[in-house]
């Protein structure tokens, strides 16, 4: 899903993007750069048309090069929250479930900024793009990507797309330096049976921890103006005045090899003259073949340990005794962990019904091999090592609605019956219709699920902690409703979780036995009113009391903007103010020590809205904004908490007192951006 929103911020149609309206892959007429230039009569307006499928999909999509939310960051949207720096550890309000079918590794606090190697697009263009995208906030808060796809055939593409996020914040050493790319290419050979779908994807994202300011309190002492002066919980200006001694790391490397053979009745079309010529296939059987391998690796660590940091986990006093003073590393906590996994899987596939209309089943078998492995950085230590070998079965039924009018449903699972998981599944079933400005789909989702490695295993040069949990179930049933023509979109939800696995208070994975439902609704509304237009969105979320979920019940975000056209229509502006709220709550908490968000009720906070001023404008294929952002801090004089910490001990003495760190916003702010398109 990141990579559908961030490719929506930077590529490649150029129409009036009215909200609520389908974007569309038409482009301003360029000169043919192929045309003979010595006779200008021969030049050609070719509009440049870009679309892109998704794997395993016969859906074909059009990105939107809309003003109307340019401006908005693309990792954050739409209920995405950050710990108040562009690249930190992100936690998502509109409570979503991990995805933990089968063995995993349960990294997710970056996921927004990865790519997902089942998830990419795949393009296909008349004419080559390259688009070049940037962001610009204060105290050097940068986001850069540029990509790049081209048609090398009219039946071969590739395209290759590569971020940098480097933001080292408002607060005291809690930078971030991320690298993300990903390279696809997709062949069908021209009669139309043979399609080969390869995709490389490498993600590495860098977090130095700070582990929150000291005190809420010091938001509003004088003596802190400058934010980037506040004392934070694992600062060490022994160590360095702008890097922590407390970081996390997440690298991760796949790769994707997917080949199909289809058998059907294959047909010839000629264009007018006889001079050309194109296949076209109906498909009523295939064979496919599918090949996955990854790598990923997590690193913890601390050069300047404090031992009351870790009393939860472990006991140990160490030379480095905190923020006092700091050794060159005599002592440290490290804590490695590594997933490989390789993926095969074939299936075979059958069609029914005429083009167009066609229902596809499938049934395949696959196995898998995973390890992990948890390293203690010693020179006598040794290691943990386990390795799962799995075999799983999958089946699909799946009809989708291409045109308007059409029904889509579809029915698809996923069964693990060796291995260590075995018994986990997942089961899936929609139904839906696609009209002519709107569309419908409904659906159920059971899943049954085993807990992550790194919930099971903790293990360092100084402790080695294991967890047994029971697998976790997972139902949900949900409906949504988009119709362009009423610019009107909105949906339900109904999650029934049992042995609901999280992390407490205490830094220790835990389960929470007794079944609960959580039900969301969600709806949002585009007004138009002349050149005027008012886009409200809100977010209701009705939890069971006293469950181990940290989600406010109201969140709302409206936006009112002016967009016209200027100078014949070469110049397209959008001005506006926008304003994003929730109700009080309980937040959740940032664990630096396991790189996760943990369950907590102790601190409630109830913060103010969150505004912003924004002029966004396009002339032809570049697009720019600046934006004055977090504008209530210009006006509230309240603690604009976003999470909690970890509990520090206090040797204050007293009793029973453990100050509790937090993250907040950062000040009002201003941000710039672009992107333009290159077409050849």
Known sequence: MFCLLFCGQVVFAQTGGTPGQLPSASSTPQKDTNANKSNTNKWKNIDPVLTYQKLNSAHIYTSDSALHTFQRSPFTEPWYQDLGNQGSPVNNLLFTPEDRLGPTLGYHVFDVYRFNIDSLPYYNTTRPFSIFSYRLGSKLEQTAWISHTQSIRPNWNFAVEYHKTYSPGLYQTERNNHDNGFLTTNYKSLDRHYALFGAMVYNKEQHDENGGIDSAGLLLNSNYIDRSTIPTAYGNEYYSATR?????????????????????????????DSTQFSYKLIPRFSITHKLELSTEKHTYKDVSPDSTRYSTLFNESFVNTGSNYYYAPVDSVVTEQVWFWIDNKISLDGYLGKEGHQLKFSAGIGDRYDEFISKPITDSGGQVHTGILSNYLEGELKKEALQPGQWEYGANAKFFFTGQDAGDFLLHLLL??????????????????????????????????????????????YATLASAALRLSGGVRSYVISNYI?????????QYTVPFTLNQAWIRKVFKLGDFYLDNEFVYQQEAINTPINVPAFMGKNQISYEHSLF?????????????????????????????????????????????????????????????????????????????????????????????PVYAAPDALIRFGFSWALVD
């Open 244 to 272: 922590s001694p407390v970081s996390n790391v997440l690298r991760d490397f796949s790769m994707l090899v997917q080949q199909s053979y289809t058998w059907g009745l294959t047909d010839t079309t000629y264009n007018a």
């Open 432 to 477: 839906g219709k696609e009209f002519k400005n709107a569309s419908f789909v409904a659906g159920f989702k059971e899943q049954l699920n085993s807990a992550p490695y790194s919930y099971t295993n903790y293990q360092n040069e100084y402790a080695h902690l294991t967890y047994n949990l029971n697998k976790e179930s997972v139902s949900q049933v």
């Open 502 to 510: 999280y992390i407490d208070q205490n830094e220790t994975p835990s």
């Open 568 to 660: 014949h229509h070469t110049l397209k502006t959008a001005v506006g103010f926008a304003v994003q709220y929730n109700t009080a709550y309980h937040p959740a908490g940032y664990d630096a020590l396991l790189n996760r968000f943990f369950y907590q009720n102790t601190t409630y906070i109830g913060n103010p809205p969150v505004m912003s001023l924004y002029v966004n404008f396009r002339v032809k294929r570049f697009r720019a904004f600046i934006m004055g952002d977090q504008l209530q801090q210009l006006f509230y004089l309240r603690n604009t908490i976003l999470f909690t910490g970890t509990p520090q001990v206090s040797f204050s003495g007293i009793s029973g007192y453990n100050p509790i």
